[in-house]
């Protein structure tokens, strides 16, 4: 896993620029893992479940923070707004809810089906959002 970030592909020596294309690019990954770990828990356990997985990263979030470092009052606003701050600061959020999610969503679903749903994830990811995860593994693989 990189810890840094590289600038952005188009070579824009526009550092705000460059910034709000990586934080749209993690942001979107981390919200394609989140929609399809709740998405398996529902198909798995129900919806019920469900409902009380989204809340429990929600929860996590709040408590690490979340709304204080991205000005968002919980991650289902990533769904309307890319939050607005350092890409670096971004990106380790990122990884630390994604393995957190990872964690929770293995305990629900087995390692086994975990495994086979981030994979199938992976799999079915736009060519630009996949290189960007095989650098940055917002998404992780086991």
């Known amino acids: 896993m ?39 828990v529902s198909r798995t356990a129900g919806r019920r479940l469900a409902k009380e997985f989204e809340q429990q990263l929600n929860l996590h979030a709040a408590q690490h923070a979340w709304s204080h470092l991205t000005g968002l009052a919980e991650l289902t606003e990533l769904r309307r707004r890319v939050p607005d701050v350092d890409a670096k600061v971004l990106f380790s959020v990122y990884v630390s809810y994604s393995q957190y999610a990872q964690l929770l969503a293995g305990r629900i679903l087995g390692a086994q ?8 994830l992976a799999d079915r990811l736009p060519p630009d959002l996949a290189e960007f995860n095989v650098r940055h593994r917002i998404i992780p693989l086991p």
């Not at 705000?16 to 929609?35: I, K, P, V, Y």
């Open 113 to 120: 089906l975990l495994r086979s749903t981030l994979v199938g």
């Open 2 to 40: 990189s810890s840094r970030l590289p600038p952005h592909p188009n070579g824009s020596s526009d550092l705000a620029a460059t910034n709000q294309a990586l934080c749209r690019e993690m942001s979107a990954l981390f919200m394609l893992l989140m929609t399809e770990l709740i998405n398996a």
